[in-house]
């Protein structure tokens, strides 16, 4: 009799890594159900906001394989609008309610993949049923938010509640649609993934770009009239609007995981080991935005939703699911956006994070531009970088500017992840052309700068 794998969730980590199985095993040897509770599988959930301002066409243009796709290519059972509600290890089976005909069904298993993604943290005021306030996780929810702004009558003002990545790229897309927008951020400034010397360039650039931002001011509620919201209200007073976005973070979606009784690690997500194995559960897997990972640099489990990571721990799981040997052995936190043509990049840890995992370091920031000075399009560009003292290792970068800058992010990243002094980075062979960048590449000014910083400290 085939073995059966049953996966929850039908995105980047559960369809990875049941297109792994599949490779590896056929229909004969391995069944694959997959239960999706939503409408798509296999989508960007990264390419939303360019949908949401029109770059993109959407939201067929996100989805990377549709459920008939699946079905036919890939011979697996995939049960779109089907919630699995209970776990039941002892029985290994799943229950899974169907959300579009009514009813339940048990499905048993040999191998479980869980990958449920994460679900947006809830404000700790009420939200109301008033139209016009939409979060930022979904297909469905694009679509939501795209409907409004089309509607008549169509938005004027727009507030984005929370300065992250997304709250900034929606924030950028509604800008570029023609709204009035305000960021508003309960912490000093948007983009806490970077330090704030790095993330007081993006507000600076968010201004100019005409976005109002909104720092260290916590919202309470919202205001509502004829069934819209009006305002977003806030200690200072309401800020008067005609649509709300909510952008205050994910947290893991565990809540079947626990009533399970899988093991969850410090950051709230689920334990796995490199293998993507649910420790103590054998044939149980997990990956994608509901598990948490090891840092390489800092060397603590962190918890980093994003797509690069699900899309890797997925095929992992789904390689070993299939009999093969694969590992997924830590992030070093590295990740890229952009407003309107200001790109940020980082990677490693910030001032913050080395301080709380008890590093000695140095940090230096080296101002250059993108390509040689006399170029056409010669842009500003800021490095910072953070450096183990005394031994010079690298152990964070962070990287702003107008044109050809969050890529550069990567060199570093390979830096970072190959364990490199910043003394050893001053010899890396990097291109030169005064097109692509100065004779000293940003890379290189900034590694020379932390150099004679350590020295003069250590001297
Ligand atoms: C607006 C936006 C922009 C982003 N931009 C980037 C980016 O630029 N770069 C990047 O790396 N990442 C980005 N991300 C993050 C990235 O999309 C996620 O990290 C990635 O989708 C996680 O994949 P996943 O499979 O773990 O979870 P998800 O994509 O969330 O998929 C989980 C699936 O499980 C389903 N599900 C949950 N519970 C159940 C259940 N009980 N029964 C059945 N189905 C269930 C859900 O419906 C969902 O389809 C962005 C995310 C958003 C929202």
Same mark, same amino acid.
């Given at each position: 009799?085939?073995?059966?794998?049953?996966?929850?969730?039908?995105?980047?980590?559960?369809?990875? =890594?049941?297109?792994?199985?599949?490779?590896?095993? %056929?229909?004969?040897?391995?069944?694959?159900?997959?239960?999706?509770?939503?409408?798509?599988?296999?989508?960007?959930?990264?390419?939303?906001?360019?949908?949401?301002?029109?770059?993109?066409?959407?939201?067929?243009?996100?989805?990377?394989? %549709?459920?008939?796709?699946?079905?036919?290519?890939?011979?697996?059972?995939?049960?779109?609008?089907?919630?699995?509600?209970?776990?039941?290890?002892?029985?290994?089976?799943?229950?899974?309610?169907?959300?579009?005909?009514?009813?339940?069904?048990?499905?048993?298993?040999?191998?479980?993949?869980?990958?449920?993604?994460?679900?947006?943290?809830?404000?700790?005021?009420?939200?109301?049923?008033?139209?016009?306030?939409?979060?930022?996780?979904?297909?469905?929810?694009?679509?939501?938010?795209? %409907?409004?702004?089309?509607?008549?009558?169509?938005?004027?003002?727009?507030?984005?509640?929370?300065?992250?990545?997304?709250?900034?790229?929606?924030?950028e897309?509604?800008i570029q649609?023609?709204?009035?927008?305000?960021?508003?951020?309960?912490?000093?400034?948007?983009? @806490?993934?970077?330090?704030?010397?790095?993330?007081?360039?993006?507000?600076?650039a968010m201004?100019?770009l005409?976005?109002?931002?909104?720092? @260290?001011?916590? #919202?309470?509620?919202?205001?509502?009239?004829?069934?819209?919201? @009006?305002?977003?209200?806030?200690?200072?007073?309401?800020?008067?609007?005609? #649509?709300?976005?909510?952008?205050?973070?994910?947290?893991?979606?565990?809540?079947?995981?626990?009533?399970?009784?899988?093991?969850?690690?410090?950051?709230?997500?689920?334990?796995?080991?490199?293998?993507?194995?649910?420790?103590?559960?054998?044939?149980?897997?997990?990956?994608?935005?509901?598990?948490?990972?090891?840092?390489?640099?800092?060397?603590?489990?962190?918890?980093?939703?994003? !797509?690069?990571?699900?899309?890797?721990?997925?095929?992992?799981?789904?390689?070993?699911?299939?009999? !093969?040997?694969?590992?997924?052995?830590?992030?070093?936190?590295? =990740? #890229?956006?952009k407003v309107c043509d200001l790109?940020?990049?980082?990677?490693?840890?910030?001032?913050? %994070?080395?301080?709380? =995992?008890?590093?000695?370091?140095?940090?230096?920031?080296?101002?250059?531009?993108?390509?040689?000075?006399?170029?056409?399009?010669?842009?500003?560009?800021?490095?910072?970088?953070?450096?183990?003292?005394?031994?010079?290792?690298?152990?964070?970068?962070?990287?702003?500017?107008?044109?050809?800058? =969050?890529?550069?992010?990567? @060199?570093?990243?390979?830096?970072?992840?190959?364990?490199?002094?910043?003394?050893?980075?001053?010899?890396?062979?990097?291109?030169?052309?005064?097109?692509?960048?100065?004779?000293?590449?940003?890379?290189?000014?900034?590694?020379?700068?932390?150099?004679?910083?350590?020295?003069?400290?250590?001297?």
């Amino acid at each position: 009799m085939a073995q059966r794998l049953i996966v929850i969730g039908g995105d980047a980590a559960g369809m990875s =890594a049941a297109s792994q199985a599949r490779r590896r095993r %056929d229909r004969g040897d391995l069944e694959i159900v997959v239960f999706e509770r939503g409408h798509f599988t296999s989508y960007s959930a990264c390419g939303i906001p360019y949908w949401i301002s029109g770059l993109v066409p959407g939201p067929e243009a996100l989805i990377a394989r %549709d459920p008939e796709t699946f079905r036919t290519e890939y011979a697996m059972d995939v049960r779109m609008r089907h919630e699995v509600t209970a776990i039941d290890l002892e029985r290994r089976e799943v229950v899974a309610r169907d959300l579009k005909g009514g009813g339940e069904v048990r499905e048993r298993f040999d191998d479980l993949m869980y990958a449920t993604g994460a679900v947006p943290v809830k404000p700790s005021w009420a939200i109301t049923d008033a139209g016009g306030v939409f979060g930022m996780q979904t297909l469905d929810d694009g679509a939501a938010l795209r %409907d409004w702004l089309d509607a008549d009558p169509q938005p004027r003002r727009a507030v984005v509640v929370g300065g992250g990545y997304i709250g900034v790229e929606i924030a950028e897309a509604l800008i570029q649609r023609g709204l009035s927008v305000t960021l508003v951020e309960a912490g000093e400034q948007p983009m @806490s993934t970077v330090d704030s010397d790095m993330g007081e360039l993006v507000a600076e650039a968010m201004r100019g770009l005409g976005i109002t931002i909104r720092g @260290s001011l916590p #919202v309470s509620g919202l205001e509502e009239r004829d069934g819209r919201v @009006s305002a977003v209200v806030t200690a200072e007073g309401p800020i008067p609007t005609d #649509v709300v976005v909510m952008g205050l973070g994910v947290r893991p979606n565990t809540a079947l995981a626990e009533a399970a009784g899988l093991p969850l690690g410090p950051t709230g997500a689920i334990r796995v080991d490199r293998r993507m194995r649910v420790p103590g559960h054998p044939g149980v897997w997990a990956a994608g935005d509901c598990v948490e990972t090891l840092h390489r640099v800092s060397g603590l489990p962190v918890h980093v939703p994003l !797509g690069t990571h699900a899309n890797k721990q997925g095929r992992v799981a789904g390689i070993n699911i299939g009999g !093969g040997y694969a590992t997924f052995t830590g992030v070093i936190g590295t =990740a #890229v956006t952009k407003v309107c043509d200001l790109e940020v990049g980082r990677t490693g840890l910030r001032e913050r %994070d080395a301080t709380a =995992a008890g590093f000695e370091f140095v940090s230096v920031i080296a101002e250059s531009t993108n390509r040689a000075g006399y170029y056409p399009g010669a842009r500003p560009m800021t490095v910072k970088l953070i450096a183990e003292r005394p031994s010079g290792r690298l152990l964070g970068a962070q990287i702003v500017g107008w044109s050809e800058a =969050a890529k550069r992010i990567d @060199s570093l990243a390979v830096a970072l992840w190959n364990g490199m002094t910043v003394d050893d980075m001053t010899q890396l062979d990097l291109g030169y052309a005064p097109p692509y960048a100065p004779v000293w590449d940003p890379v290189l000014i900034a590694a020379r700068k932390a150099v004679d910083a350590l020295a003069a400290l250590d001297r």
